[in-house]
């Protein structure tokens, strides 16, 4: 219920109350003057009756008739002690039986039986008897002591058996209880409704919009609008101070929240710079990966290329020797050549996204790592489909091409491949001499419908089930040697999504670990697709962290 119609109902109410409460006790207060004034008249009308009555009991008839203050009366009977009472208890007067203000005048339903019996019963027991909408009362003889006629209590002994007769008159008139209330009413619905006009706008003015303007400012405060202010009335006192303690209020969440607006924006930026040094960091970490390859493939052709030169010096070979010694020069160069080559292959370059295949960056990938894989006694295993080794690199650049950026596919294959050595790497040699089988990497390419799966896995020491799912979030290694930097798969999927692909990851502990790339075939999709990261089955969308996915 709004707030106003509450208040306007709660004022009619109270003024309904008081009017009700008015209208009763000016009721009762009537009623109590009605019964005073019915003790005087019967004082006045016993007085005079006593007076009218003659030494011998006689009714001084015409002296009663003649009493001018009848006209106050609107009816009156009196009976004396002569009557009898048939079987019915009806009352047939005997002796006196006066009307003074006439039996003409009286409706014709007048209840004269219910009357006569009312004074046979009030003289009977000198006490006043209600009836008939008015009192009867015992009249007794000259030197009866005085009573109270409107007592209605015991009397002792027989001293009621002296009484004259009596006398009956209606109550004085009174206004009904109805009448009064319909009288009243214009009155009451006028002050009602200006007492309530009155106090509603004052509430209103005072109270009601003031505490509306507050709730209406609290919500724009509660909907993040801290600005907001509501301007306090203009007079003191509770209202002015409750709203003035709102707005400072107000003005405190302000300040707190552009603080820690402030203090959200400083951590988002410390945040972002850490992520780009880390990345820095894992991209220096994948420069070192490729400078040791590179060191490795050019120092092997170095050394015979250095002999071939020293031989040529010596000016001792000639004609077929001669011409031995400069083809070893040549496929010695051409083969740093194409070191250098596959290095800058993996050059970040902004380029558009054009069709490629996938086997370069796969193949620049092998060869880098090669080296290390043989130090560590990890055995690289391509297949492309049904083939392996160069046959499969053949198979593999007979695919269908995909629509990216060679780079970048490579430092997503690149950074798989470390990772899978990472773990082997991070096994003890104890514990590395005693597992069994070899340790291994497989990495497998094949076209499903419109696209084509890269398969990375090994069997290495693998991850933990509750680990698995946090596997691509930024920043997380099990590598406590510091060597790993959490970035590797982040950047897998990162190529993924730029390429709208999938990955999905599957792992158990001692059961390896297996990551899955699912890349799009050129032409196989109009728009965009969101990338999916899968573990075990269940996917989420590139960009969330934490938590099973």
């Not at 970490?285 to 015979?304: K, S």
């Not at 160069?390 to 995909?402: K, N, S, V, W, Y």
């Not at 990472?422 to 514990?431: G, K």
């Not at 196989?524 to 996917?539: C, S, W």
């Amino acid at each position: 219920m709004p707030l106003r119609l509450g208040v306007l109902l709660l004022v009619a109410g109270v003024n309904l109350s008081v009017f009700g409460a008015g209208l009763g006790l000016l009721t009762r207060k009537m009623a109590a003057d009605r019964l005073e004034l019915a003790r005087e008249l019967a004082g006045f009308v016993e007085y005079t009756m006593r007076a009218s009555i003659e030494p011998g009991g006689e009714l001084n008839v015409a002296e009663i008739l003649r009493w001018p203050y009848w006209r106050h009366f609107p009816d009156a009977v009196i009976l004396g002690r002569a009557w009898t009472s048939d079987e019915a208890g009806d009352i047939q007067p005997q002796g006196v039986w006066l009307n003074p203000l006439g039996s003409g005048q009286r409706e014709g339903d007048f209840p004269r039986q219910e009357v006569l019996r009312a004074i046979a019963a009030a003289a009977d027991s000198g006490l006043s008897r209600a009836a008939a909408g008015g009192l009867a009362l015992p009249i007794f003889p000259p030197g009866t002591p005085a009573r109270d006629l409107l007592s209605h209590g015991e009397r002792d002994g027989d001293d009621n058996l002296g009484a004259w007769g009596g006398c009956w008159f209606p109550y004085p008139s009174t206004v009904d209880r109805g009448e009064l209330f319909t009288s009243l009413l214009p009155a009451f619905l006028f002050s009602t409704l200006l007492m309530t006009w009155v106090t509603f706008t004052g509430l209103r003015r005072f109270v009601l919009s003031p505490v509306q303007a507050l709730a209406g400012t609290a919500r724009r405060v509660s909907d993040g609008d801290f600005s907001a202010r509501v301007k306090p009335p203009r007079l003191h006192g509770e209202i002015a101070s409750l709203m003035g303690t709102f707005n400072s209020m107000a003005e405190r969440i302000e300040g707190h929240d552009a603080a820690l607006q402030a203090e959200v924006r400083r951590a988002t930026a410390q945040a972002r710079a850490a992520e780009a040094a880390a990345m820095t960091q894992r991209r220096l970490a994948a420069t070192g990966e490729l400078a040791a390859g590179i060191a490795h493939e050019i120092n092997n052709p170095l050394g015979g290329l250095l002999n071939a030169v020293e031989a040529l010096d010596t000016g001792q070979v000639e004609g077929e020797g001669r011409r031995r010694y400069h083809a070893l020069l040549r496929s010695g160069l051409e083969r740093i050549g194409q070191t250098v080559g596959k290095l800058l292959r993996f050059t970040p370059r902004r380029t558009q996204p054009e069709p490629i295949s996938l086997a370069g960056p796969v193949e620049d990938s092998l060869a880098l790592v090669a080296h290390r894989a043989r130090a560590l006694g990890v055995e690289l295993v391509l297949t492309v489909g049904a083939e392996r080794g160069e046959a499969a690199l053949g198979a593999l650049r007979a695919m269908p091409p995909i629509l990216g950026e060679a780079n970048e596919l490579g430092q997503a294959v690149l950074n798989l491949l470390a990772n899978a050595l990472d773990a082997f790497e991070s096994v003890p040699a104890a514990e590395a001499k005693a597992a069994a089988p070899a340790p291994r990497v497989d990495i497998s390419v094949e076209r499903r419908g419109q696209q084509l799966h890269l398969v990375v896995a090994d069997n290495g020491p693998g991850l933990a089930e509750e680990l698995l799912a946090r596997a691509p979030d930024l920043f997380f290694t099990t590598d406590d040697s510091g060597r790993g930097s959490g970035l590797g798969l982040a950047i897998v999927h990162q190529v993924a999504a730029d390429h709208g692909g999938e990955v999905r990851l599957a792992s158990s502990p001692g059961a390896g670990f297996r990551v899955e790339v699912r890349l799009p075939l050129a032409g196989a999709a109009d728009g965009e697709q969101p990338t999916r990261i899968v573990t075990d089955g269940t996917a989420r969308d590139a960009g969330q962290t934490g938590g099973t996915v």
